[in-house]
């Protein structure tokens, strides 16, 4: 094996390698897996587009997008100000729902996944606030969903290393296999003329004894009738 095939399968194997690992625990993968996971979407309407309401009306929708429950949830809404005026409704049940200074919180046994939370909240400006949680899986922050889901640059940049580290490594086991196979031709030919070389001492050995010529063809030995029949003489003498 070159050592020039061997560095570069080394290296192409440890890229491979490293980029697959990376990639296992970045964020776009875990997420996937991730017993619970979630979202918020917000929207806000100006009521004096449908009447004569100066006010506005904010939506918070939280969902849970993860593969498993979020157990024993509390849903930490923070505003700047006071709480405005709200309304929470779900499809899981709210076991409590408290306002404690400027935070609004809801509190669930449990959020199912593809299960949601929303809250409508009345004020007489656009609300301003941060939505975090608490529940078995510890304490973060809900992430916004408002807009498209995108792969990080870092996910794209492995995933295409490790792409081009498997194609390198196919096309360098692939020369590898080639030179084997043409090593062993190589052997097998030699062992071919050998064999041939062989076969023509012998019949040089043989017209030594019988006196006479003994011809080879291109495909094997042929003897020609009379050198057969001094053959057979020979024997009948001896």
């Known amino acids: 094996m070159p050592w020039k095939d061997r560095a570069g399968l080394v ?8 980029s697959f690992l990376a990639l296992a625990v970045s964020k776009d993968v875990v997420s996937v897996f991730k017993k ?3 979202v918020s979407v917000r929207e806000t309407l100006k ?4 009447s004569n309401d100066p006010s506005y009306l ?19 809404v923070g505003f700047d100000g006071s709480v405005p005026k709200y309304e929470v409704s779900s499809n899981e049940d709210v076991r409590n729902i408290e306002v404690n200074g400027g935070e609004l919180r809801v509190a669930m046994d449990r959020l199912s996944s593809e299960s949601k939370v929303k809250i409508l ?3 007489q400006k656009v609300a301003s606030y941060r939505v975090g949680f608490v529940d078995d899986d510890g304490v973060g922050v809900v992430r916004d969903k408002s807009g498209p889901e995108r792969v990080s640059m870092l996910s794209l940049t492995l995933m295409l290393v490790m792409i081009l580290s498997l194609l390198l490594v196919v096309w360098i086991s692939r020369r590898l296999m080639e030179g084997k196979v043409l090593k062993v031709l ?10 041939f070389r062989e076969i023509q001492e012998n019949i040089g050995n043989l017209e030594s ?11 094997g030995v042929d003897v020609k009738s009379n050198a057969a029949e001094r053959l057979f003489d020979f024997a009948d003498n001896k």
């Open 209 to 219: 004894r019988v006196g006479g010529p003994i011809t080879t063809s291109p495909i």
């Open 186 to 195: 190589e052997v097998h030919q030699n062992s071919v003329q050998d064999r």
């Open 36 to 38: 619970s996971d979630l």
């Open 11 to 18: 290296v192409a194997s440890l890229s491979l390698i490293v």
């Open 47 to 50: 009521l004096s587009k449908f």
């Open 58 to 76: 904010d939506i918070l929708s939280v969902q849970n997008v993860g593969s498993g429950a979020s157990g024993k949830l509390i849903l930490i």
């Open 121 to 123: 909240m009345y004020s």
